[in-house]
């Protein structure tokens, strides 16, 4: 722990004038008070002996150091600077001893005396408070528990570090914060919060590195200009107080870790130009993925099982709707004469007495049948059959030479001998 500090010695009771003593101290280890320092009501040192003027200088440090002025090493790195404590011992006035006030110099603070004044006046309390079970803090006196100061009186309001902060092991009445990565080049000012000394600045990692005029990351001081030169492929940073990696055309939703180097976000992957896009799984077809996992359509288009589909308004009869406003038709059918999106069954083949109504597929008409030899041609269905003739038409014979139909049956098809 380094300080300056001036010991100002009266040169005696009755004489107004002073001499002043100015010393810089390193403290490697503690220094006890008692029994040769202590400090009176009025915040003035007390001591007697031979050796006083030594004993003085060595009081004035230990009480600098008493109070703070040695901080052990925690995660975040450590400072440490001594400050004076007027009422660490109080004893009354005794006769034959010297009182001598101890002072700060009036030399001007450094960069780095003002940055850890100031920060550390910021640093938050970390104290919080909680409430425990009385019983656990105090021993029952004839079974008799006292009521505590929380919101029962069974319970007690006490002091805790809250999250984030942990106990000082020199003051238990303070709670200093944590930060889980050593804060390098800089101070922990709360949970996982570095503060970066002076001429030294957070980079996009969260690291103090240094800048003008004490270097440049990865760049160069122009000492002049107070201004940092990047190498090549490196740019500087918004700040202009240190360089970064460039990325041409940028990331988008991502991080620039290396020089022409993306690192995409959780959702999101490199294009073909390196540029970080949205992903969403499987694809949009005809579609665009605008954030990730979520498609936006094109116009003539709509989201459908697989993605975005096309949009045919009439439907697509025996067919596929291809594109916006287009049907594709099916093997065995064709766009029909009328159009409107129907597709057709066509046949190798004409369907005698009978509709095409599948591919190389034949309906026949009321009153036909499919000839079994010719999958293409219905013939005439006489249910009855035609005795003496043939089946001209559904339900129709017609009698062989020296036959006639039987007129004695009214609709009568059978045909008999002609008389």
């Given at each position: 722990?380094?300080?300056?500090?001036?010991?100002?010695?009266?040169?005696?009771?009755?004489?107004?004038?002073?001499?002043?003593?100015?010393?810089?101290?390193?403290?490697a280890?503690?220094?006890?008070?008692?029994?040769y320092?202590?400090?009176?009501?009025?915040?003035?040192?007390?001591?007697?002996?031979?050796?006083?003027?030594?004993?003085?200088?060595?009081?004035g440090v230990?009480?600098?150091?008493?109070?703070?002025?040695?901080?052990?090493?925690?995660?975040?790195?450590?400072?440490?600077?001594?400050?004076?404590?007027?009422?660490?011992?109080?004893?009354?006035?005794?006769?034959?001893?010297?009182?001598?006030?101890l002072?700060?110099?009036?030399?001007?603070?450094?960069?780095?005396?003002?940055?850890?004044?100031?920060?550390?006046?910021?640093?938050?309390?970390?104290?919080?408070?909680?409430?425990?079970?009385?019983?656990?803090?105090?021993?029952p006196?004839?079974?008799?528990?006292?009521a505590?100061?929380?919101?029962?009186?069974?319970?007690?309001?006490?002091?805790?570090?809250?999250?984030?902060?942990?106990?000082?092991?020199?003051?238990?009445?303070?709670?200093?914060?944590?930060?889980?990565?050593?804060?390098?080049?800089?101070?922990?000012?709360?949970?996982?919060?570095?503060?970066?000394?002076?001429?030294?600045?957070?980079?996009?990692?969260?690291?103090?590195?240094?800048?003008?005029?004490?270097?440049?990351?990865?760049?160069?001081?122009?000492?002049?200009?107070?201004?940092?030169?990047?190498?090549?492929g490196?740019?500087?940073?918004?700040?202009?107080l240190?360089?970064?990696?460039?990325?041409?055309?940028g990331?988008?939703?991502?991080r620039?870790?290396?020089?022409?180097?993306?690192?995409?976000?959780?959702?999101?992957?490199?294009?073909?130009?390196?540029?970080?896009?949205?992903?969403?799984?499987?694809?949009?077809?005809?579609?665009?993925?605008?954030?990730p996992?979520?498609?936006q359509?094109?116009?003539?288009?709509?989201?459908?099982?697989?993605?975005?589909?096309?949009?045919?308004?009439?439907?697509?009869f025996?067919?596929?709707?291809?594109?916006?406003?287009?049907?594709?038709?099916?093997?065995g059918?064709a766009?029909?004469?009328?159009?409107?999106?129907?597709?057709?069954?066509?046949?190798?083949?004409?369907?005698?007495?009978?509709?095409?109504?599948?591919p190389?597929?034949?309906?026949?008409?009321?009153?036909?049948v499919?000839?079994?030899?010719n999958?293409?041609?219905?013939?005439?269905?006489?249910?009855?059959g035609?005795?003496?003739?043939?089946?001209s038409g559904?339900?129709?014979?017609?009698?062989?030479?020296?036959?006639?139909?039987?007129?004695?049956?009214?609709?009568?098809?059978?045909?008999?001998?002609?008389?």
């Amino acid at each position: 722990v380094k300080s300056d500090n001036s010991i100002i010695v009266p040169r005696g009771k009755n004489t107004s004038s002073t001499r002043v003593v100015s010393f810089k101290f390193t403290l490697a280890i503690n220094v006890p008070l008692n029994p040769y320092c202590a400090v009176d009501r009025r915040g003035s040192f007390k001591m007697s002996g031979k050796y006083s003027a030594l004993i003085l200088a060595i009081c004035g440090v230990a009480v600098l150091a008493q109070d703070g002025g040695v901080k052990s090493w925690r995660k975040g790195g450590s400072a440490s600077h001594g400050h004076m404590v007027m009422n660490q011992t109080v004893v009354e006035d005794q006769p034959g001893s010297t009182m001598v006030d101890l002072h700060r110099g009036n030399d001007s603070q450094s960069a780095l005396d003002r940055f850890m004044n100031k920060t550390k006046t910021a640093i938050p309390t970390g104290v919080c408070f909680e409430e425990i079970p009385t019983i656990s803090l105090v021993k029952p006196n004839n079974g008799l528990i006292p009521a505590g100061n929380g919101s029962d009186p069974s319970l007690s309001r006490v002091q805790v570090c809250c999250k984030g902060f942990e106990r000082n092991v020199h003051n238990f009445r303070k709670c200093d914060p944590i930060c889980e990565q050593p804060c390098f080049n800089g101070l922990c000012v709360g949970p996982n919060t570095c503060s970066c000394y002076p001429d030294f600045v957070q980079n996009r990692e969260g690291k103090c590195v240094p800048t003008c005029p004490i270097g440049c990351d990865n760049g160069v001081c122009d000492l002049d200009l107070r201004r940092c030169t990047c190498k090549e492929g490196f740019e500087l940073d918004k700040s202009g107080l240190f360089c970064v990696p460039g990325c041409k055309g940028g990331c988008g939703v991502g991080r620039c870790v290396a020089v022409n180097t993306c690192v995409c976000e959780e959702g999101y992957t490199p294009d073909e130009d390196g540029l970080c896009v949205p992903k969403c799984e499987g694809g949009c077809g005809a579609g665009d993925c605008i954030a990730p996992g979520v498609c936006q359509c094109r116009p003539g288009y709509e989201k459908g099982d697989e993605g975005c589909e096309p949009i045919c308004s009439n439907g697509c009869f025996n067919g596929l709707c291809t594109a916006p406003e287009v049907c594709s038709c099916k093997p065995g059918y064709a766009m029909g004469p009328s159009g409107n999106n129907k597709c057709e069954a066509t046949c190798e083949r004409p369907c005698l007495n009978g509709d095409c109504t599948g591919p190389n597929t034949c309906t026949c008409h009321r009153g036909y049948v499919l000839d079994e030899t010719n999958q293409f041609k219905c013939l005439a269905h006489c249910p009855n059959g035609c005795p003496n003739g043939v089946c001209s038409g559904p339900n129709m014979c017609l009698c062989n030479a020296g036959f006639i139909k039987d007129r004695s049956l009214k609709g009568s098809q059978a045909c008999v001998k002609r008389v």
